[in-house]
């Protein structure tokens, strides 16, 4: 079956494969970069793919609305919103949360492309049970306006969404034919999964010697192991292929450093190391958090020395200017700023 006939293609695929030389030399390995933080909409990111498919499945349905979920300051949401304007649709985010007391980064964008937001204080009650309500009662009132709501989950990460992963893996295995890739290891972080569970499914099928490893950017316990295994079943599915038993998945869940959207100064440390000697900024939810355990799994020996690794950056840019980050990046950064009176010297 022909997979690009089940999405709207609005990317500009491939995206880059870079050699990065200095860290490559600095860290003893081979080290590459997949570029999916710079797809062209929205400032990027790895949702756009997933959202490619989303936005299709919604259109076959005749969807008028796309609602979804996430933290407040979530990239899917804003990628969610990007999409649903440039197809004429309408778009919600709900989130149970607190406000964060300032429209800035990803809520602020979100507002500018037009999306409602809906922030429920949370009440104590099983964070799940109150996502349900809140989502059934936030679909019925748009739907008694007339909308036609398509509702897709957190992340984008159903087995629709996940497709957008399916075809980067082959994408991938493109760009890594050469002998250099021989036996090269994918790393990429960890959320909602559908990401990981794509480029999973996708490198099943094609004849290349990568090694996927997924790295956790929050806490990962027996809940999230089966979520990860009943969402294997559902593309599997999708794709029309056996299911069989469950594969080992390789998801490293110790370079969570304090759990979800926490600021860390090994993330903030990571995020200065890839600006200052390659020119690209990380994020500090995902992207920031990965490559901080890529650097340790350097240097504790899980990658060996003239290894050669693929890091996918899933992009999440503007996360580096919500407020709880702003201030610690401010702690640290201000040392920096010079401040001079009118008559001041330098
Ligand atoms: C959502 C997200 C991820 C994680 O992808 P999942 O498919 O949710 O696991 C990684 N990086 C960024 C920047 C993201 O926004």
Redesign the pocket.
């Known amino acids: 079956m022909d997979w690009t006939n089940r999405k709207e293609s609005f990317l500009n695929l491939p995206t880059p494969l870079e050699y990065l030389e200095t860290i490559s030399k600095e860290q003893g390995v081979h080290f590459y970069i997949k570029r999916d933080d710079v797809t062209n909409l929205g400032f990027g ?3 756009l793919r997933k959202l490619e498919y989303i936005l299709k499945d919604a259109r076959n349905q005749n969807a008028t609305m796309i609602i979804t979920r996430g933290a407040v300051q979530t ?2 949401g804003r990628l969610t919103a990007v999409a649903a304007a440039k197809y004429g649709m309408k778009c919600a985010i709900v989130c149970i949360g607190e406000y964060p007391g300032e429209l800035s980064a990803n809520l602020l964008l979100d507002r500018i492309l037009g999306a409602e937001v809906i922030i429920k204080k949370p009440n104590g009650r099983p964070i799940e049970e109150q996502y349900k309500e809140l989502i059934k009662q936030v679909c019925s009132r748009y739907e008694e306006q007339g909308e036609r709501v398509y509702y897709t989950p957190m ?1 984008g ?1 159903d087995e629709v969404g996940s497709l957008g992963y399916y075809e980067c893996a082959k994408e991938i295995a493109a760009q890594t034919k050469g002998k250099e890739f021989e036996n090269a290891r994918l790393f ?9 569970m794509g480029l999973y499914c996708g490198l099943q099928e094609v004849e290349n010697s990568l090694h996927l490893t997924g790295v956790a ?1 929050m806490p990962f316990d027996e809940e999230k192991d089966k979520e990860v295994g009943a969402l294997y079943k559902r593309v599997k599915t999708l794709l029309g292929k056996e299911t069989g038993d469950l594969p080992e998945f390789h998801i490293e869940k110790g370079y969570v450093r304090g759990g979800y959207n926490q600021p860390s100064r090994e993330v903030r440390e990571a995020v200065y190391y890839m600006a200052r000697k390659e020119g690209i900024f990380l ?1 500090p ?3 920031g958090k990965c490559f901080a355990g890529i650097l340790e799994m350097i240097r504790e020996g899980k990658i060996k020395n003239g290894e050669t690794i693929i890091f996918l950056h ?3 840019g503007p ?1 580096l200017f919500t407020r709880h980050h702003r201030e610690a990046f401010e702690e640290e950064l201000m040392a920096g700023v010079h401040l001079l009176e009118e008559d001041g010297e330098f």
């Open positions: 990111g790895n949702k990239n899917h992340g990460s990429c972080s960890v959320g909602s999964v559908g990401t990981y950017i994020d939810c995902y992207t899933t992009g999440g996360g």
